[in-house]
């Protein structure tokens, strides 16, 4: 899975400007916030002068703009990889995928996740721009495989919200891991683990054969 500073397709030179860019932009605002940020310590973090900074991004808006876009972009990326892959195939590889995704992008995440929690001013243009077809598509491929008896038959949303919920969650709360956790949540072999995991546990559940049966009222 590449890093989201792997990701382009520019001129070589503008490229390896803009990724630079990009690269500072996330750990700045990730840190800070919008409000926090200023476009010198962007600059100063990506080794350029704040002209040449605006030559690419004409205002902090619009990097914070390209921040968000770009790991939305990648997100989606995930799902255009998997969603051709018949139902519990095409539902691990989307786990896994976005697992080790933002494992490997973890502060754009966290200034994706704040632009949410906040409700955002990029947020709506955003979610019609780039996820609203996705999960469109999405919850018509789950209503398909709750049809054919390979999913549990409920509302399509609440598996997709399932499926970020389980792997998003996990990076949200890194420094109470830390906390808590002799292992650190980060490692390689630990992510690698918690994929692991969240495809099992979203794929059949929790409840092992010794679990008491569930009784209704």
Known sequence: MRTLAEMGGR????????????????????????????????????????????YYFPTKDAVYRAVLERIVQGLVAIFEVSRNQPGP????????????FTAQNLQATKVWMREIIDGGPHLADLTQKHLADMYRQAGTTVARNMEAGIFRRSDPVHVMTSVGGVTLFYFLIVPVLRLIWDRDPLDPDVV????RMARDLLLHGLAGPAAPKETKP
């Open 11 to 54: 001129e070589p030179q503008a490229d390896e400007v803009r990724t630079r860019v990009l690269a500072a932009a996330e750990a700045v605002f990730a840190e800070r916030g919008y409000a926090g940020a200023t476009t010198r310590e962007i600059a100063e973090r990506a080794g350029i002068g704040k002209r040449m900074l605006f």
């Open 89 to 100: 195939i095409g539902l691990a590889e989307s786990i896994e995928g976005i697992t080790h």
């Open 192 to 195: 690698a683990e918690r994929a």
